[in-house]
Each structure stands twice: as structure tokens, then as C-alpha cells.
């Protein structure tokens, strides 16, 4: 026999699927992610972890308990060998069955083998002295994004910066998509926003690789969805965080879940980063899962916060949310090309535009250049360029005494004026970003103060 060749007992980290031949005829292996797969491997990994483990001097000095995933627990730790601070994650308990601990070494080495920028790293594996498995990964110092979006709650004003950081979690996705891997867990619970500007996404437990077995368990389902918190992970027919779940994965078993199944839990993320709430009304686990399986869920342009966003950002979120996954975009990418496109000021392939609106978007994009022209024609007419720029000075002058109306108004509380100062702007510049954000400030105060009224009228 060749000594190269492998034990087919022997743990596998990477499956060759395929074989190809370049134009020179060279044979390209094709590779995707995979875990342990059959029982007697998962047996004889773990007998060897558990023989090289020493308990006399602890490798790992426990500092705190610093969070809880779909499947484990997470401290902070002291690394004795590399001398640094790692997260450890450990299974809730110790006395888990095979199919637990199969799930969980699943979780650890599919996350090993997608090194990304935008994805936690792992970096070491094994058995601790009692017994339980665990990992180390990366420990980040920062705030998940669900908190992030906590302390921006009543700030629309930041709306927009957070699409920065919507698209650096796309291009983890993306990657992970790449390499036939679905997270299937996607919420701004499990985005971690580092304090050094690192956008990671965790907690790959429901991660699967396409074209294998699941890891669910048909049984847990009448059990998990009764009651509870539909921002919770579940496990079982239904995978997943309810209020974050596609719908394909709302109906459960026999539902084919693939990659646009993230690209919905990433709509459902941009569609609470605009609207500054869920889609859905919040409850039970159950009722939950029945608007996100049916698609009921309120228009973003109908919420409070909705109602003054730019259309094609709008329909982006709309499109992403598509309740049947043909309607959604086809891969990451098209939704990273569409946020992007709107962020430069170009047209996106998820709203279709009047005339006008190319009109005026081109106009507000290519600002610069079209009053270079306008002035190097009246400069070559001679005749108009005075009469231009005079009027272009008492048009600036108008808008400038409506600003300071609108802000006069504001401070003394007469929001509706100040609405109607607004308005009066945007009329004359349908894209005067002083106006728009003034509206979005005057939303928030409008919010806050029928917040206080209701509150005294309730004591």
C-alpha cells in the first residue's frame, strides 16, 4: 500500500468533490468544507483528544463568562501556551449525547476552514480534563450589533453610516457562500462590532454545507415553537432565529434552504437598521413563525422612520425579503452590487426609475459637472452669465432663510412648521441634504414627543 494513502478512518477536514481538467490538462482538485461525518471517525478523534489531554497544569485560566450560543457557552480565557486572551467556547453541559458533540465539532471545524477577514478564527481544538470538547477563537473587545443598534435607537441620522456595515457583513456571507457554506443563524445578535472597527460574523452552530446531511432534529418541534422568545435560536424542524428566519425555513422539514435563504435574514437585518423595528409584531415563537412562513410583515415605507428613506434603498430591503426565494437576489453579490450602487448615487437593479428620477438623480450625481457646463456655455454666450449667477444667489439665499426658519421652528417646538420649511426646501432641491436629515432629526423629535404624551396621560 502507499504510505500516502489515507486511513479511511481517519477524520476528514477537507473532501475532494470533484476533479476538472484545465485547457493544459492539468487535473484541478475541487474542494469544499465538511466535519466529521461518520460516527466510528467522531469516536476515534475524540479517544485521541482525550488520551493527550494533562490535567496536572491547566492549559486554559478561566477570566469570565462572556456570552451563549446556539450550542455552547463562551469564556474569556488565558491562554498558558500562547500566552494571550481567547474566547473558549464549551458545550452547555457535559453530559451531551454523540449528536451534540458531532453538531459542535461541525460548528468548530467548518468555522476553521472559512478564513475570512469578516469571520471569527478559530485557533486550536480539543478535549478539556472533564471531558467536554471545546475551541478557542478569536476574543474580540467590542459590542455585538444588536447593542450597537441599542445605543443608536432614536438616531436616524446614523442609518445610512450603517450600510457600511451591512455590506463588510455581505462579503463574509458571500465568501462563506462561495465555499458552499449557508450560516442559516444570521441576526445582529450573532455580528460582532469591534471596538478597532472589525466587523465579524459568529456563531456558525446551524451552519450547513450544502449538498450534505443536516444536523436537526425532526422531533423538537412541537416542543420549541409553542411559546418563547422569537429572538432565540432554535433547533430542530424549524432551524434557526424565528424573527431573523426565511420562510422556507419558517415552514420547516422538506423545505430546500439554500443561499437566499441568508439573503433574506440579511434583508430582515437592513429592513431593522431603516425602520429602527422588526418586520414582524413581536410575540410568541409560534405566531412568529407564522407571519415570517405566510410573509406578513409591514412595508418599511409604511414605518414611522420609513417614510422619508429613498425609494431604491427601500426596495433593496424589499426585494431581499422576498417571500419566495426566486424573487430574492440570487446570490450576495447582487445585493453588495445594488448597496453599492446607491451609496455612489447610481441607478439599482431592484428599483426601476421614472424618467424623472434618472433625471434627477443624475443630476444630484454629476452636480459638479453639469454647472461646469452651464457656466462655460454662459461663458461663451457672454450675455446670460450675470443674470445666472444672480439668480443663482437669491435661489441660495431663499433656501438659506428657510433653513434658518425651519430651525427656528424646530427649537421652539412647532414641528409641523418646521415640516412645511422642510418641504418648501426640498422642493426647489429635491436632493439638499441638509433638508433630508433635518427631516429625519424632526421624525425622531416628533416620536419622542408623542412618547412623553403618551406616558403622561397613561399616570
Known sequence: ?????????????????????????????????????????????????????????????????????????????????????????????????????????????ITAQLEHPGIVPVHDFGVLPNGTVFYTMKRVAGQSLADHLLTRAGQPEHRFDLLQLVLRVCEAVAFAHSRGVIHRDLKPRNIMVGTYGEVLVMDWG??????????????????????????????GAAVGTPAYMSPEQARGAGEPVDARSDIYSLGVMLYEILGGVSPYQRGHVRRTLEQVGSGQWKRLDERTLGRDLPRPLVAIAHKAMALLPGERYAAVDGLMADLRQFLSGHAVSAYPETPLEVLLRLLAHHRKQVEAIVVTTLLALGAGIGLWLYVGRQEEAMLQAMRAAAQRQEEAGDFDSARGSLDRILAYRPVDLTALKGLERLDASIQRREAAQLDAQQH
Open 1 to 109: 500500500m502507499d504510505a500516502r494513502q489515507s486511513n479511511p478512518r481517519e477524520p476528514r477536514a477537507v473532501e475532494v468533490l470533484a476533479a476538472t481538467e484545465s485547457a493544459e490538462g492539468e487535473t484541478l482538485a475541487i474542494a469544499r468544507l465538511t466535519g466529521v461525518s461518520r460516527q466510528e471517525e467522531l469516536e476515534s478523534q475524540l479517544s485521541a483528544w482525550r488520551r493527550a489531554v494533562t490535567s496536572d497544569q491547566p492549559r486554559f485560566a478561566v477570566e469570565e463568562r462572556i456570552g451563549q450560543g446556539s450550542q455552547g457557552v463562551v469564556f474569556a480565557v488565558r491562554d498558558r501556551d500562547c500566552r494571550r486572551e481567547v474566547a473558549l467556547k464549551t458545550l452547555h453541559h457535559t453530559g451531551c449525547d454523540l449528536d451534540e458533540i458531532s453538531r459542535f465539532i461541525h460548528e468548530a471545524q
Open 206 to 235: 446551524l451552519a450547513k454545507v450544502l449538498g450534505e446531511p443536516g444536523h436537526a432534529r425532526p422531533g423538537w418541534r412541537q416542543t420549541m415553537v409553542s411559546d418563547g422568545d422569537d429572538h432565540r435560536t432554535l433547533d
